[in-house]
């Protein structure tokens, strides 16, 4: 097997090493027009011979890890993806001017199904159209200036990445927390493949087909993430620079309950019904139990006259998938068995149900019903007509009313033996200690999550590393055998489960630890698993050795900003905070956590003009804004915002504003038109308007002339101070505004008062206009690299801007010796008097309570209340 017509080749553009950072050759002067498609390539170019952007070894310098979430290859980079990545370069930029030594890669998270689909639609192998997809997507991102290492690409798919992935499975496995076990799984009957939960929506349908998910048991392999459930709760204290709600979508996907574990014995056999509660307080008020139905006791409790009616209702709900079965909306169905369980507390005979919305895989598989305490049991008691008996009433209640929904508040026990009047929360301890008393009972935590169900019966994924042995059972292949590489020539029609089960040249090997004929397992791997350990190999990209030496990943990571959309809030950040912590116990690397800032950009929206009547989205080029209405029927169309998207027709290609604008002036629109985590509305007029403002520095800085310098005076003009106080009054704004939140916009509105600042000063020739036209060009540097650079070297510089220190704020500058303040009395302004600058209230108020002015308004009159407006005026309120 070849391996190089599988692989994806991930390093672009040839490698020349050069001693020193100075850029190579003395660039071209230009005419002083703003030309964006000539000056981009130019720089563009001699970043990448100069090797700016490749990431230094450890030295005296702190580390930044800047990382952008690495994209699927789909072929066309749409605006989401140019916002994420601009963020992310700004950033790289920015440290890299305050000093620090950065890593800002780029990468593929190139396995999966689009590509299979490709294939089987175009006849193209994966491999190929991914890598040509690879490379249209590169060659478009270089042309946006990011300041990417491109030498620590990697490409999921290439076998020098999955070899890793594979080794780091095998780890998995040693440790015991991969393993194999029939489950029910979502199947997917379009793509023919099992689904994660996570890949079904809220009606139960695929996310990438749209198929209704089926109920399917297969035997799967699944990563025990439950064991790390209660360190990726408790770690997310840990997490200060990330964003709440996605701390807390996580804390609720972990699903931590706290309650009790109780036995139902079941009458007339020696089984018992486990159950879970979080609400123990409440079991005197059990009026049933329900099962899963494919819960083993089903069969069991279920008598003759019950018998056909369940075996109707398992046949009817088979292929529900967990969603449509457990949605909240969906009125609950479920029969009873026949059967009945006692509730050892009180010792009542009560029935034992089957339910649609009880699942085996979760929990114990059955649940106890309290309809007076629950809204979902209520809602089925109503309807099935069982008893509900109330056994909380709220505090103070004079006596049981009938309810007219659950009554779920706490309150008091009542219609519970032994613990009538006992508040409901502490009955939940003294009913958890009765129970280990009798021995029916014990406190128990449960969490929502679950294993993580990783084997997809398909052929473009990382193969799972081991083998089938009569015998010998599972034996992982051995590491120098890595990587298990995919095979090449396979028939990919998309139906008839995993392609590689089909291929048996490649299925029959023999077993690698006894020697007799044994069979390959032909699943491959989830792509997720892929991409929860992508941002470790960054740190050591090229080694062929091993996944990455520790002492290399102990030293870039954790990812310092890591930046990305809201929709991996959950999986792919809880899996790679789960990959870190294994790889953590196995002894690979040191830290905790893998990302110490997260930044989850908003999406890039656009109008969008839809025909209500028909539900058709129309075009936006085939619509007048001033007047819209639906090209053939004529109708008013709805307008409004909506994400960028193919079938709402309101994409904008990133191709055609860099071709018109250049990458600058998107840079610039995309940063300035919204704060990196809110949603931005595309606006042509605004990207016009940063076009025009970059025309404005450039024309600013072409025109001086660096030359007409004065040598510095010994004490500066009115001018010069105030022009010297907007610059350092720029900086200062700036570096607060990138600090921590990343305020972009509201940095880019400071770039736009300081060139307004330097447009009007009267002196031109002063050494202090020379500090602002070159601090305005440093200040410009990170938001759009290529005119900034241009500009640097047409100052006269040598050496690349992108290596010049981030300028430093002179608090001196900043002060203003005199301000004049309004004195007012009740509102009405009585005269000024001039105050020492940025004083604070209590001197202002002093200041002007003792002036002149105040004493001879004020006399004899009782000061009720003194309003402050620093560097403004000051009010007195005084008793009519
Ligand atoms: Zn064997």
Wanted: proline content about 6%.
């Amino acid at each position: 097997m070849s391996r190089d017509k599988l692989a994806c080749h991930t390093i672009g553009g040839k490698v020349i090493k050069l001693k020193s950072h100075s850029l190579v050759g003395v660039p071209q002067i230009l005419e002083s027009r703003y030309n964006a498609a000539e000056i981009e390539p130019k720089w563009q170019q001699q970043w990448s011979v100069s090797e700016i952007d490749v990431t230094s070894e450890p030295d005296e310098r702190p580390k930044f890890y800047a990382l952008s979430m690495f994209p699927y290859p789909s072929g066309n980079l749409h605006m989401g993806h140019v916002r994420n990545y601009v963020i992310t370069d700004v950033i790289a930029r920015l440290k890299r001017m305050q000093g620090y030594r950065v890593l800002h890669p780029m990468g593929w998270d190139a396995f999966g199904l689009p590509a299979e689909n490709a294939a089987i639609d175009r006849g193209i192998p994966p491999a190929q159209w991914t890598n040509q997809n690879i490379a249209q997507m590169r060659q478009q991102l270089q042309q946006l200036g990011l300041s990417i290492d491109w030498h620590r690409e990697v490409a999921t798919c290439s076998p020098e990445y999955y070899k890793w992935t594979q080794y780091l499975f095998i780890k998995f496995l040693e440790a015991g927390l991969a393993y194999q076990k029939e489950a029910a799984v979502n199947w997917d009957p379009i793509d023919q493949t099992v689904l994660a939960n996570e890949q079904v929506d809220s009606e139960g349908r695929s996310w990438r087909s749209g198929a209704i998910v089926e109920r399917k048991l297969l035997k799967q392999w699944f990563l025990k993430i439950t064991d790390y459930a209660e360190q990726l709760l408790q770690n997310l204290d840990q997490l200060d620079g990330w964003p709440e709600r996605v701390k807390t979508m996580q804390a609720n996907w972990i699903g931590k309950s706290v309650g009790a574990y109780l036995e139902f014995p079941v009458v007339g056999m020696e089984e018992k019904i486990a159950v879970f509660t979080t609400r123990p307080d409440t079991v005197y008020g059990v009026t049933y139990v329900v099962l899963a139905p494919e819960h083993p006791l089903t069969p069991q409790v279920t008598t003759d006259q019950q018998q056909e009616a369940v075996a109707a209702f398992i046949e009817e709900i088979k292929n529900e998938s967990e969603i449509e079965r457990t949605a909240e909306d969906k009125p609950k169905r479920g029969i009873p068995t026949g059967g009945k369980a006692i509730n050892p507390f009180n010792g009542e005979e009560i029935p034992i149900l089957i339910a649609d919305y009880v699942l085996y895989e979760y929990g114990t598989g059955a649940v106890m019903g309290v309809p007076a305490h629950d809204t979902r049991d209520f809602k089925f008691a109503r309807e099935k007509n069982l008893p509900i008996k109330t056994v909380i009433v709220p505090v103070g209640a004079i006596r049981e009313s009938p309810l007219q929904d659950a009554y779920t508040e706490p309150g008091i026990m009542v219609n519970s033996g032994q613990f009538d009047g006992v508040p409901s929360a502490e009955g939940k301890t003294k009913i958890i200690e009765y129970a280990e008393q009798q021995g029916y009972g014990k406190a128990k935590i449960q969490y929502r999550l679950r294993d993580w169900l990783i084997s997809r019966q398909r052929y473009w994924g990382c193969p799972i590393p081991v083998i089938h042995c009569p015998s010998c059972g599972i034996v992982p292949v051995p590491e120098p055998d890595l990587p298990v590489e995919l095979p090449e020539q396979v028939e990919l029609s998309g139906r008839g489960g995993s392609p590689l089960a089909h291929l048996d040249n490649w299925v029959n090997v023999s077993c690698p630890s006894c020697g007799e004929p044994a069979k390959r397992e032909t699943d491959t791997m989830d792509t997720f698993i892929d991409s929860s350990w992508y941002f470790l190999r960054y740190s050591d990209a090229s080694n062929n050795n091993t996944c990455f030496e520790s002492h290399k990943v102990n030293d870039w990571m954790p990812v310092d900003q890591y930046v990305g959309g809201i929709e991996h809030a959950i999986l792919h950040l809880l899996y790679s905070r789960f990959f870190t912590k294994v790889l953590r116990d196995r002894g690979l690397l040191n830290f905790d956590e893998p990302f110490q800032r997260l930044l989850t950009q908003g999406m890039v929206q656009n109008v969008a003009y839809k025909n209500l009547t028909t539900g058709r989205y129309i075009p936006l080029e085939e619509v007048d804004p001033e007047d819209p209405k639906d090209p053939e029927t004529g109708e008013k169309l709805n307008v409004f915002y909506e994400k960028m998207s193919k079938s709402k027709y309101n994409g904008v290609d990133p191709q055609q504003v860099l071709s018109k604008y250049g990458a600058d002036t998107a840079r610039m629109f995309i940063l300035f038109k919204a704060p990196p985590e809110k949603d931005l509305e595309w606006d042509d007029a605004d990207v016009e308007g940063q076009f025009r403002f970059l025309n404005r520095v450039w024309s600013l800085v072409t025109s001086y002339n660096p030359n007409s310098s004065t040598s510095p005076a010994e004490k500066l003009t009115k001018t010069e101070k105030d022009l010297r106080r907007a610059i350092h009054t720029a900086i200062a704004e700036i570096s607060e505004d990138l600090q921590g939140d990343y305020q972009f916009n509201t940095a880019i509105s400071e770039l736009m008062k300081l060139s307004n600042a330097l447009k009007d000063a009267q002196c031109q020739d002063s050494p202090i206009y020379q500090e602002g036209i070159e601090t305005l060009v440093l200040l410009i540097a990170p938001f759009a690299p290529h005119i900034a650079e241009e500009l640097w070297h047409q100052l006269g510089k040598t050496e690349s801007i992108h290596h010049q220190p981030w300028p430093q704020v002179d608090k001196s500058a900043l002060t203003v010796e005199e301000i004049t303040l309004v004195i007012q009395i009740m509102g009405k302004t009585r005269g000024t008097i001039q105050v020492p600058a940025n004083s604070d209230k209590a001197a202002l108020e002093k200041c002007a309570t003792e002036s002149e002015l105040a004493q001879r308004y004020l006399a004899g009159k009782e000061i009720k209340k003194v309003i402050v407006v620093p560097n403004k005026l000051v009010n007195f309120v005084v008793a009519k």
